[in-house]
T-cell receptor, first 114, second 111 residues
C-alpha cells in the first residue's frame, strides 16, 4: 500500500484563485482528516469525515474553505478565493474504524498564495 | 476545550546527552496522549501512546495527571533522532477520536 496519497505536492497560486487539494486515503480506512500546518499555530484539524460523511467541520477557518468526499477513495479541500494567509502545508490523514487515534498521514501539500 | 502546549520551538542537544521534550495539556475529561514525529522528508507518524507504556526508539513518555504533562524523554540522544515532534491529545467525540496537536518542537542533535 502506498499509504495516503496527496496531490499536488506543491502549489503556487495568486491571490483570488481557486485552489483544490486532493487526497486518497488508505483503502479500508473509514475516517479521513484534513489538517493545516503553520509555523505559528502548528497542526490544526480542519474537518474530518466518517464513511464519506463530514462529521466535524468546526476547524474550517471560513466560508472560503470547503471539503468533500464523494466516495471512500477520494477527498478534496477547496479554497475559493485563496488569500496569502492561506499559505501553509495541508495534510490529509486516514484511520481505520478500530483505532482512530492512530492516524496515517499523507506527505502534505505545500500551498503558497502570492 | 482541550489544549496542548509545547513550550519549546527548538531544542538543541549534543549526541549522547539526555533529551526531554516538554508537553503540557488541559482537558476536562480523561486524556489520551500521543507523540507523533516527522523526520526530514518523511511523513508525520505515530511514535508512541501513553496507554501502551512502551519505549520506542529509546523514547518514553509518562502521563502525569497531577502536573498535566506528558514529556518525551530519551537518556542518550542520537543523530537520527533529529526531527519535529508533536504532542497530541485525543478527545473522544463519540464517533471518532479528535486529535489536538501542539505546535511542535524541533529536536536538533549535534555532534
Amino acid at each position: 500500500d502506498a499509504g495516503v496519497i496527496q496531490s499536488p505536492r506543491h502549489e503556487v497560486t495568486e491571490m483570488g484563485q481557486e485552489v483544490t487539494l486532493r487526497c486518497k486515503p488508505i483503502s479500508g480506512h473509514d475516517y479521513l482528516f484534513w489538517y493545516r500546518q503553520t509555523m505559528m499555530r502548528g497542526l490544526e484539524l480542519l474537518i474530518y469525515f466518517n464513511n464519506n460523511v463530514p462529521i466535524d467541520d468546526s476547524g474550517m477557518p471560513e466560508d472560503r474553505f470547503s471539503a468533500k468526499m464523494p466516495n471512500a477513495s477520494f477527498s478534496t479541500l477547496k479554497i475559493q478565493p485563496s488569500e496569502p494567509r492561506d499559505s501553509a502545508v495541508y495534510f490529509c490523514a486516514s484511520s481505520p474504524k478500530i483505532s482512530t487515534d492512530t492516524q496515517y498521514f499523507g506527505p502534505g501539500t505545500r500551498l503558497t498564495v502570492l | 476545550a482541550q489544549r496542548v502546549t509545547q513550550p519549546e520551538k527548538l531544542l538543541s542537544v549534543f549526541k549522547g546527552a539526555p533529551v526531554e521534550l516538554k508537553c503540557n495539556y488541559s482537558y476536562s475529561g480523561s486524556p489520551e496522549l500521543f507523540w507523533y514525529v516527522q523526520y526530514s522528508r518523511q511523513r508525520l507518524q505515530l511514535l508512541l501512546r501513553h496507554i501502551s507504556r512502551e519505549s520506542i526508539k529509546g523514547f518514553t513518555a509518562d502521563l502525569n495527571k497531577g502536573e498535566t504533562s506528558f514529556h518525551l524523554k530519551k537518556p542518550f540522544a542520537q543523530e537520527e533522532d533529529s526531527a519535529m515532534y508533536y504532542c497530541a491529545l485525543s478527545a473522544n467525540t463519540g464517533t471518532a477520536s479528535k486529535l489536538t496537536f501542539g505546535t511542535g518542537t524541533r529536536l536538533q542533535v549535534t555532534l
